[in-house]
């Protein structure tokens, strides 16, 4: 099974869908993005590690997208806090709960190379 399947790098973490601030990650956001849990406290958002995307264009797409489908999913680059890029494939998904009146959104991504 080794030969055919590899483990790769992941993380899930969820934020808040009209700030994009990240309001929970799991051990693979801090060991892949190399953000701590003082970091997270902080404040963290999405900006900060996909720099490259408009997150109101990501958020407009998940709203036309929700009507058919649950969720989309792009390959992008995260720039972990050490300025590294890293190619993943990610999962955006919008959760059926609010929080705090926020709707929130579910990241899951794994980096391909």
């Known amino acids: 099974m ?10 899930q973490f969820s934020m808040e869908m009209r700030s994009g601030k990240i309001i929970d990650i799991d051990d693979g ?9 003082d970091d997270f406290e902080a404040g963290i958002v999405f900006k900060q590690f996909v720099p490259s995307v408009e997150y109101e264009e990501v958020i407009t797409e998940l709203r036309e997208k929700f009507i058919d489908k649950r969720y989309v999913s792009y390959v992008q680059e995260f720039v972990a806090k050490d300025g590294k890029p890293l ?11 609010l929080l705090a009146g926020h709707r929130v959104i ?8």
């Open 87 to 97: 190619k993943v494939v990610a999962f955006y998904k919008i959760e059926n709960k």
């Open 2 to 11: 080794a030969e055919v399947m590899k483990a790769i790098p992941f993380t």
């Open 29 to 37: 956001f801090t060991e892949l993005l190399g953000y701590t849990e």
């Open 106 to 113: 579910k990241v899951s991504a794994a980096v391909i190379e």
